[in-house]
């Protein structure tokens, strides 16, 4: 069980947007035009443990059974922290992998996949336009144990969670396009 504080924290939001429930799937995408080829794009978003350098979340990646790069099916490991949860793993599983295009994996969870992730790639003039998607469940996560303290206030979780993770998805492709534009 979460301290009350740390629940409160997670439920704490100026003003609630739309309601939002677990159930639907909440989800959110950033993205951004960078001045390189798509297969150079490729490159980067397609290495698991880029995220990593620019996420105050996400603190390492690792591949497990054996695997040595992305594949589809590939499983890996990813070490998170946050202040409210503190220090965790989770297994990820590579379920999209169209290189140039797509780059997708699911967070694996008892009940099924707790979040999907991906990078889409889309050729736009003499760059690539970038997209980071997330998307929460169907299975549980952590946010779960939040929502269970405090059923009322689950859409204020859930839309402060969804705004962590576009600060982290902003600053990851602000990083990528960073990588890949300056010399």
């Not at 922290?81 to 797509?102: K, M, N, S």
């Not at 003039?125 to 009322?152: E, F, H, K």
């Amino acid at each position: 069980m979460l301290p009350r504080t740390h629940l409160l924290k997670l439920a704490s939001m100026p003003e609630e947007r739309r309601e939002l429930r677990y159930r639907d799937g909440p989800s959110t995408e950033v993205e951004i035009y960078i001045e390189a080829e798509p297969a150079a794009v490729w490159e980067v978003v397609s290495d698991i443990s880029l995220p990593s350098r620019f996420s105050s979340e996400l603190l390492a990646t690792a591949y497990l059974d054996g695997a040595s790069g992305p594949t589809k099916g590939a499983r890996f490991a990813g070490r998170n922290y946050h202040e409210a949860a503190g220090e965790w793993q989770t297994e990820c599983t590579i379920v999209d992998f169209d290189p140039g295009r797509l780059f997708g994996y699911v967070v694996d969870g008892a009940e099924g996949p707790s979040s999907y992730w991906a990078f889409s790639l889309c050729p736009e003039g003499t760059g690539t336009r970038l997209v980071q998607r997330m998307r929460m469940g169907p299975g549980r996560s952590y946010i779960n144990v939040a929502i269970d303290a405090m059923p009322d206030k689950e859409s204020r979780i859930l839309q402060r969670r969804l705004d962590e993770h576009r600060k982290n998805m902003d600053a990851n492709l602000q990083g990528i396009k960073d990588l890949l534009e300056k010399p």
